[in-house]
T-cell receptor
Framework: DTEVTQTPKHLVMGMTNKKSLKCEQH?????MYWYKQKAKKPPELMFV???????INESVPSRFSPECPNSSLLNLHLHALQPEDSALYLC????????????FGQGTRLTVV | QQQVKQSPQSLIVQKGGISIINCAYE??????FPWYQQFPGKGPALLIA?????SEKKEGRFTISFNKSAKQFSLHIMDSQPGDSATYFC????????????FGTGTLLAVQP
């Protein structure tokens, strides 16, 4: 099983809403990542978790709050987002941080209205 | 220093032709160079990768050429097929403490039947 599963696939939320994105992998990977991707742009790294501890925060606004409850799960909690936060949010995992192959999920298409 | 420059931005190739995408970097700490393929509505998927001690790597119709002295690398897709139509991202791993992947800006490839 080389799959990274993200839910939901699509999400529309208002600027006052609180929502969460979920990511799951069962490959035994110990590094998990959140990326943000705008249309026609490359993925931008947001957060890295290594062995369930936050390893990298790329100066992401606090309205994005990551959580890694266990080695298979990664959440991204969203609160008070802005329309410019609308994007494809990608989760990825790798054997360890910086490993040569990262597996990406299909992403959650987020629209903030 | 942390950038990976990618060209062209878009590319149209006839079926059976050769697609060539180029990337360049400055940071000599980069130690691993993957190419990712992304179809619309999907997450990026690792296509092929190379380390800087190798000048060429071939996997099926896909070849990476690597020029360490020029700090350039390129992806060649031989016998391009309509199913290869996708966005291609080169990337480089920063071999320092974080091992972050730095993505190029992407190339939208369209293979015409």
């Amino acid at each position: 099983d080389t799959e990274v599963t993200q839910t939901p696939k699509h999400l529309v939320m208002g600027m006052t809403n609180k929502k969460s994105l979920k990511c799951e992998q069962h490959m035994g990977h110990r590094a998990m990542y959140w990326y943000k991707q705008k249309a026609k742009k490359p993925p931008e790294l947001m957060f890295v978790y290594s062995y369930e501890k936050l390893s990298i925060n790329e100066s992401v606004p606090s309205r994005f709050s990551p959580e890694c409850p266990n080695s298979s799960l990664l959440n991204l909690h969203l609160h008070a987002l802005q329309p410019e936060d609308s994007a494809l949010y990608l989760c990825a995992s790798s054997q360890v941080q910086g490993w040569t192959e990262a597996f990406f999920g299909q992403g959650t298409r987020l629209t903030v209205v | 220093q942390q950038q990976v420059k990618q060209s062209p931005q878009s590319l149209i190739v006839q079926k059976g032709g050769i697609s060539i995408i180029n990337c360049a970097y400055e940071n000599t700490a980069f130690d691993y160079f993957p190419w990712y393929q992304q179809f619309p509505g999907k997450g990026p998927a690792l296509l092929i990768a190379i380390r800087p001690d190798v000048s060429e790597k071939k996997e099926g119709r896909f070849t990476i050429s690597f020029n360490k002295s020029a700090k350039q690398f390129s992806l060649h897709i031989m016998d391009s097929q309509p199913g290869d139509s996708a966005t291609y991202f080169c990337a480089a791993r920063d071999g320092g403490a974080t091992n972050k992947l730095i993505f190029g800006t992407g190339t939208l490839l369209a293979v015409q039947p």
